[in-house]
């Protein structure tokens, strides 16, 4: 017994990276509930909130991947069991919508100088601040720098010239495939969709109303591009989430992919990555020269309920706490920090490069997701080859409106 | 055995020339109604059997638990599955603000869904009764009737279509309706995993229960592993396994099988799925088959081999009978089961090659954040659930009729 409790806490030791020193001397009495989705920067954030557990103050904090969903029905009881949950640009506005979000202008304006709060980490809707961000997250351009100089080839920062690099690096023998890509049918695959049609210059939805825009010329072009690009990708590519393709590219199979900023750092992760040093980030490709990068910015943040049963300043404090500039400072390298305290490096290049040409953030209305949800679910059948491209958004087009009615969003 | 061999007197009854009308006999002595019968008929048991204040005692607890955590639950999704609720919304101009990166913020001024107030500044919310409604978008009758009645009779250059492709036109576009083609795949994984379940089973029990004893341990054990892990572990064990350049994928290669991708069509998407599904499932039949095995009467068995039935015959007419009630027990549970598999539909690829009603589910709560619709959906798969065990149940059903 003695022998699996040390193994256990060793293990715990292993799993919460650097420990946060900052000491919490937050006064009260309260209990703060927090739920927050699970990786790594979040146990940090999770760590330094729960230093404040001492004297009257009690905080529990709660890890999970299915965060969406439990944040969604508990803020909409009556009484909330969280104080605090973490969420980003799609968990956001579905709440703000409800009115179920706390606005905490109030609280920002008495804590601004006491936390350092900076501008650039407030989420507004309106005049109103409903949630503190901490970190963004972008997919970009990976790609293997090595096999780049060795065929005399230059970054590619258009879609026309990512498929002119990936027919050149057929000829490449020490990779299987030119290209990766996000490709799982569902969440991942709506989502490349997403990056590449809010390029074209393209809206969502018609102006001014709720109604999808993406079954039209626009729509097709941009599936024609993802099957273009699946011809230079695994022939497994639907079945590949971002783990399964940055494992492709530590494994040293493909040359390129548009990845997720957060999967940066393991690229030289030298216990799993064959590539150590050999991969470089830039700015996600765009449709046109000189247009915006086939890419959507997302920030991750916390809120507060609106239904809350604890004491709203209290709260706000503890929260703060886990976003201080010295967590920030001690776990750098953790994420994209969005506080000026972040020294940007290596890693942050491609998100960097990405926002500064322009890369739009991910759409923040309530009915994004169905839009999303709906896209996932039906244009696989056109890059499979089972449906036309009009077809597949036909059938995209009307899942959501159906969705969109039976939650009021289309009258 | 053979020293009982010779103990075992020759029974008069059979003659030598007939051993299966003697394994027929056989089986009928043993057969279960009777036992039940003797048990009530018989003046000591009599009492226990009619006891109705111990029956309560023993079935009480149970019953509600069940009522406790089944049919509330139930009724309560049952309640939501024809009602709908939002908030009322209109579409308002609206500024927001994001951070970018590094200080840099985005506006935003866009037409967004806000929340309509009442005179106490709360927002609207709707909630009503839909009836059915919910129930029809989820298995959308009428994309399926629509999908049946499409015209097929000429192909998109203008030719006219064979018997063969009308036909194969009707199964993409109903499959192509959400329910429908859900429905395709979990009938499909249920209807194919289960034969298999039954004899890979069956066949795990005869041997572990043939092997020497210190042995038979470690091997349940072992068989048993494959149920032990939960599903959605089991499921990324199989995707893992057979990904790009994965463990099997690469000794294929270095067989000089050359490149094979596993997940990039339906049929081997769908056939590692059912793969799965009789690997994590055969454990769970072997070992209810193999605690059957330890009740095969032996000097019925012994009976048989006497009058000369040989392995085959002794398996046929002796052990499979009396395993029957556990093969219908196996059948029932693993066909509730089957019917709301889910993990492997999740984990490869989710819906696009190989769909389940559970994962239809998981999808409207989840991605269009409908409980309402959601529990329609789930009352469909519990409804599923019953029409296909009907013949099952009825079947134990008149068994126990039987008895009585």
């Known amino acids: 017994m003695k022998v699996i409790l040390t193994i256990a806490m060793a293990a715990a030791l292993l799993i919460v990276p650097a420990m946060v020193t900052a000491d919490c001397n937050i006064q009260g009495t309260g209990e703060v509930n927090v739920i927050s989705n699970s990786y790594p920067s979040l146990e940090i954030i999770a760590a330094a909130m729960k230093e404040c557990n001492q004297g009257g103050v009690k905080v529990g904090f709660k890890l999970t991947k ?11 009881a009556a009484k909330c069991p969280y104080d605090i949950a973490q969420g980003s640009n799609s968990t956001i506005a579905p709440l703000q919508t409800d009115g179920l979000l706390r606005p905490m202008n109030d609280l920002v304006d008495k804590y601004r100088d006491k936390y350092k709060i900076e501008d650039a980490m407030l989420i507004k809707i309106g005049k109103e601040v409903y949630a503190i961000a901490f970190q963004v997250n972008a997919q970009h351009l990976f790609y293997r720098k090595d096999l780049f100089e060795k065929h005399n080839i230059a970054v590619p920062t258009t879609y026309d010239e990512v498929l002119a690099v990936a027919e050149k690096l057929k000829a490449e023998e020490s990779i299987q495939f030119p290209l990766g890509g996000t490709y799982k049918s569902g969440w991942n695959l709506a989502q490349e969709f997403m990056n590449i049609y809010l390029a074209t210059g393209a809206d969502i939805f018609k102006p001014g109303t709720a109604m999808p825009a993406y ?83 997302w920030w991750d943040g916390f809120f507060m309920a609106q239904n809350m049963d604890g004491d709203p300043d209290l709260a706000f404090k503890i929260m703060m706490q886990g976003l201080s500039e010295d967590v920030v400072k001690a776990n750098n390298d953790a994420t994209i920090w969005l506080r000026s305290a972040y020294k940007p490096g290596r890693y942050s290049a491609g998100a960097y490069a990405s926002a500064m040409a322009g890369a739009p953030p991910y ?3 309530p009915q994004i997701s169905m839009v999303h949800a709906g896209l996932g679910n039906n244009i696989g059948d056109f890059l499979a080859g089972k449906e036309t491209a009009r077809e597949s958004l036909a059938d995209a087009e009307k899942a959501y409106i159906n969705a969109a009615k039976e939650k009021g969003y289309i009258k | 055995m053979p ?126 009764y839909v009836g059915r409604r919910n129930f029809d978008t989820v298995a959308d009758p009428g994309g399926l009737v629509e999908a049946v009645r499409k015209d097929r009779s000429k192909t998109a250059e203008g030719q006219p279509t064979s018997f063969r492709q009308r036909m194969y036109g009707i199964y993409r576009d109903v499959t192509d309706v959400n329910f429908w083609g859900a429905l395709e795949f979990t009938l499909l994984y249920a209807f194919i995993t289960t034969p298999f379940i039954l004899v890979l089973g069956f066949i795990l029990a005869m041997l572990v229960n043939n092997v020497v004893k210190w042995a038979r341990g ?54 590692l799925i059912i793969l799965y ?128």
Request: proline share 6%; aromatic share 10%; glycine share 4%.
């Open chain 2, 3 to 128: 020293r009982r061999h010779i103990l075992t007197p020759p029974r008069k009854k059979v003659t030598s020339n007939k051993p299966m009308l003697s394994a027929h006999l056989v089986r009928s002595l043993y057969s279960k109604s009777d036992r039940v019968r003797n048990f009530c008929m018989n003046p000591e048991t009599r009492e226990i059997a009619m006891n109705l204040k111990n029956f309560l005692a023993f079935v009480g607890p149970s019953v509600l638990a069940m009522v406790g955590l089944i049919a509330v639950p139930l009724l309560g999704v049952a309640y939501l599955s024809i009602h709908s609720s939002h908030v009322e919304t209109e579409l308002v101009e609206v500024k927001s603000v994001v951070p970018l990166f590094g200080g840099l913020t985005k506006t935003t001024i866009e037409k967004v869904p806000q929340p309509v107030l009442d005179e106490n500044g709360h927002p609207i919310k709707v909630w009503e």
């Open chain 2, 218 to 271: 470690p091997l349940i054990f072992c068989s048993l592993l494959p149920h032990i892990i939960t599903p959605v572990v089991g499921s990324l064990s199989i995707y893992w396994l057979f990904l790009d350049n994965a463990i099997v994928a690469a000794l294929l290669e270095q067989l000089g099988a050359g490149k094979v991708y596993f997940l990039k069509d339906a049929f081997s998407i769908r056939t």
């Open chain 1, 66 to 76: 299915e965060h969406r969903e439990e944040t969604m029905q508990a803020f909409a």
């Open chain 1, 363 to 365: 759409p923040m209305q």
């Open chain 1, 215 to 297: 079954n039209s010329e626009k729509g097709v072009q941009t599936l024609e591009l993802m099957k273009k690009l699946m011809d230079y990708m695994s022939p497994n590519a639907l079945a590949l989430d971002t783990t399964a393709v940055m494992q492709q590219f530590q494994q040293g199979q493909i040359a390129m992919a548009n990845l997720w900023a957060s999967r940066a750092v393991k690229m030289d992760d030298q216990a799993e990555s064959k590539v150590a040093g050999k991969v470089e980030f830039a700015q996600a490709p765009s449709m046109v020269k000189g247009g915006p990068p086939a890419t959507t910015l």
């Open chain 2, 277 to 404: 599904g009789v690997w994590h499932t055969t454990p769970f039949a072997f070992v209810i088959l193999y605690a059957g095995l330890q009740t095969v009467p032996q000097d019925s068995l012994q009976a048989a081999e006497v009058d000369g039935a040989n392995y085959w015959q002794r398996i046929r007419y002796i052990i499979i009978p009396h395993l029957t009630a556990l093969f219908s027990f196996i059948i029932l549970i693993h066909l509730m089961d089957a019917y709301r598999i889910f993990e492997p539909v999740l984990v490869f690829g989710s819906n696009l090659f190989a769909n389940s009603l559970q994962y239809l589910t998981y999808y409207i709560l989840n991605f269009e954040d409908n409980y309402y619709k959601a529990a329609a959906s789930a009352i469909l798969t519990v409804i599923g659930i019953c029409i296909l065990l009907l013949p099952i149940l009825r079947r134990t059903y008149r068994e126990q009729k039987g008895v009585a």
